[in-house]
């Protein structure tokens, strides 16, 4: 996120019209004429710019494609990141506290699922089905929410889509984190098997239970 100012349109509009009303009341076939009406642009355009300075607003900066020098983990990776950032703009406009925090959630474990992908890519698969699946299904979720609770009315419709949308999203969250723990699977794997390794080590040596 960064901070860029935004100029304001008015100086352009009013100075515009100061020239449609200098070309329409005064003569213009001679150079000084076209020199004097450029020299009352730059003026009016200076003092306007001065009363309307526009505004100062906060701007995402989207982030740089991260490359791993594969290029299918590349691809993947970057889709959940598009998926986060649709996550993300999605929780800015719904103004539902409570939606807001599962969405966060959301967020969370999907990152984390995403940054497996960097550290395992042996679950390139898992994490494919994944994307394929429940990104956009939550996605989509998440977009009929915001239109819906936009409308601001209570109909029977749409009030009891929001209701189920809620619902379902405390399930999602579940999901997303069974997913996440199902990730880790090879590495607990591992490290099992070196636990086992270093405790027969130990019981060889004498240095492990009653032994030692």
């Known amino acids: 996120m960064k901070q860029v100012k935004k100029r304001s349109p008015v100086p352009v509009y009013i100075t515009s019209v100061i020239w449609l009303l200098y070309c329409i009341f005064f003569p213009l076939y001679k150079p ?3 020199i004097f009406l450029v020299i009352i642009g730059l003026i009016s355009y200076i003092l306007l710019s001065k009363l309307f300075p526009g505004k100062i607003i906060t701007v995402e900066v989207p ?6 020098g594969d290029a299918k983990i590349d ?3 970057n889709e959940g990141q598009l998926a986060i950032s649709e996550m993300k703009r999605l929780r800015s406009t719904i103004s539902d506290i409570e939606i807001q925090e599962k969405i966060d959630k959301l967020i969370d474990v999907t990152g984390r699922i995403f940054d497996d992908l960097h550290e395992d890519p042996s679950d390139y698969s898992k ?7 429940f990104l956009p299904a939550t996605l989509k979720l998440l977009n009929a ?6 409308q601001g009315i209570e109909g029977e419709n749409i009030s009891g889509t929001l209701r189920r949308i809620e619902e379902i999203l405390d399930t999602t969250i579940a999901a997303y984190e069974k997913q996440l723990d199902a990730l880790f699977a090879n590495q607990a794997l591992d490290i099992e098997t070196d636990i086992d390794v270093l405790e027969a080590m130990l019981k060889r040596e004498g240095l492990s239970g009653k032994d030692f």
Do not use: C, N, Q, W
């Not at 994490?127 to 699946?133: D, P, W």
């Not at 929410?145 to 936009?150: G, L, Q």
């Open 145 to 150: 929410y915001d239109r819906m609770s936009a």
């Open 63 to 68: 982030e740089e494609p991260i490359t791993t």
């Open 127 to 133: 994490i494919k089905r994944f994307a394929g699946y």
């Open 32 to 34: 000084s004429h076209y």
């Open 75 to 77: 691809v993947l990776y």
